[in-house]
Every structure is written in C-alpha cells, then in structure tokens.
C-alpha cells in the first residue's frame, strides 16, 4: 500500500468502481454566509476540482456528479444563467488538466436543452479525453434518470419498428446500453450531501444495488477529507445482492478480483508511488 493510502487509511482493494455525487447544498451555503446564491455554486466548482483529483488518486473507475438537473430549469432565471455561465468557465479553465490527468469526460442529460456553445464545448472534450483510460468523469446535466430512461425506451421502439431488432432481444444488460452511461460499470456508491435523503432522479436505473450515504455538509465545504470518510463507510459495507452472507463474500472476493488489482494499479499509476 503506497503513501497515499496509509495516509488516508484507505484499502484500494475495497474501493467502489463507480460513485455518483449528489452535489447538494450550495445555495443554502450561500444564504447562511448572506453571500448570493451564485456564491455557492462558485465554491462548490471548486469542490469538483479537488474530488475529482482525489478520484483520481484513488483509481476509482468513474466519478458521475450531479451538477444541474432537468427540474433545475425552473430555477430564477438569473441563477439559472449565472450556472450556465459557470459551466462554461468550468469547461475551459479544466479542460486542459482533464486531459493532463488522464481524464475521459462526458456528458449526461438532456442535451437538447443546452445552448449550443455549451454542447459544442463538451463534446469537443468528450472527443479530445476519448483516448484517455483513467478516470471516467460524467457531468450530469439537465439530467434525470426518468428522462434518460424515456429517451433509451424510444430508441429501443424505434429498432424495434424499424426491424433491427427483435422485441426479444432487449434484456437489461441490452437496455443499459442505450442508457447516458453505457459502457460504464453499475454505480456502487451515491452520495448526498447537505442532510437532504432522496435520491432526486439521479441514476435510478444505474444505482439499483449501490450504496448510500447521505452526508450533512453541504456541498462547498465537502473535502477530500469527508470523500475519505465516504469510502472507509463504504468499504465495510457487505453487499450481498441477494445472496446470504455466507455465499456473498466468497463470490464477492472472487467475481472482483481483477476489478481490484486493476483499480490498485491504477492507483500506483496515478500517484506516482
């Protein structure tokens, strides 16, 4: 185990493959400070930056935050405009340390809704990172999990219709392709922050099995310190799927232990130890 763990008193062969964020709690953060509401949704940009990196340094496989959802357009228009704007900063300033990093980034939601120079930002990054093997880092936006499911449901009608395929075909491995995620592993941790318990539309289909943790600092203020803590609550949580203890943790050992040496490499690899 190299510094970085010890440090952080992780088990790289006990971390989840996939975490999603439910980045909650920056316009509270703001209001309790009397700062405006955009003065959150700053802070907590740069919250992304810092999780990310320590993502990174944990080898995790994918990192898929929530960071503005098809119910947030009915937000104020003002804040609604001063997000866009923040992504669009986001898009450029990181766009470089994305790619340095190793980084594949990619974009979930409702792209129909964007304005162009955002959708046009994010998929020149998307192609540029296409290459990249190391973290997978999804951006929800203008994203939920009921829309997404929808929009895989009418494509799945149409081969249907048009006879590409047959209607027996489609199996749940089959309809998880055709999902924003496809190609990514089940998400095995979803964490929420600023006290708030539900899941709000967020990867209903992909988080089926994961674990929670619903954490009660807000987002701006969640550091690498509380992502540490997230990781250790869930690396002794026994996941069973079903199965009783006693067959789960053999299996369990066994079905992902490549998984683990391949996310234990990938952590040498990112720390440079």
């Not at 209001?31 to 405006?36: A, E, V």
């Not at 987002?219 to 079903?242: C, I, M, N, Q, T």
Request: neutral net charge; aromatic residues 10%; contains cysteine.
């Amino acid at each position: 185990m190299n510094d970085f763990f010890q440090k952080w008193e992780l088990d790289p062969l006990k971390l989840p493959r996939h975490v999603g964020i439910i980045m909650d709690g920056n316009g509270r953060w703001a209001t309790s400070r009397r700062l405006p509401r955009v003065a959150g949704h700053k802070k907590g940009v740069e919250r992304v930056n810092e999780i990310t990196e320590f993502a990174v340094k944990c080898g995790l496989h994918a990192l898929t935050l929530y960071a503005f959802s098809d119910e947030n357009w009915r937000r104020p228009e003002e804040e609604v405009s001063a997000l866009m704007s923040l992504l669009r900063w986001y898009l450029k300033a990181e766009r470089n340390k994305i790619l340095d990093n190793n980084i594949r980034f990619r974009l979930i939601g409702d792209r129909g809704k964007l304005s162009s120079d955002i959708l046009e930002m994010a998929v020149e990054l998307e192609n540029a990172s296409a290459a990249n093997d190391g973290l997978n880092l999804c951006i929800a936006l203008s994203y939920g999990s009921r829309g997404e499911i929808l929009r895989a449901v009418r494509k799945l009608v149409e081969k249907v219709n048009c006879g590409e395929i047959y209607l027996a075909d489609i199996d749940e491995q089959y309809f998880a392709e055709h999902l924003d995620t496809h190609g990514l592993p089940e998400v095995d941790l979803v964490i929420r922050t600023s006290g708030e318990q539900r899941v709000s539309n967020f990867l209903l289909w992909q988080s089926a099995y994961a674990e929670y943790i619903f954490e009660n600092t807000p987002w701006p203020d969640f550091s690498e310190v509380h992502f540490a803590e997230s990781l250790k609550k869930y690396s002794v949580r026994e996941r069973r799927f079903g199965r009783t203890p006693e067959q789960a943790n053999p299996a369990s050992a066994a079905d992902s232990k490549s998984d683990r040496q391949r996310i234990h490499l990938k952590a040498v690899k990112a720390t440079g130890q």
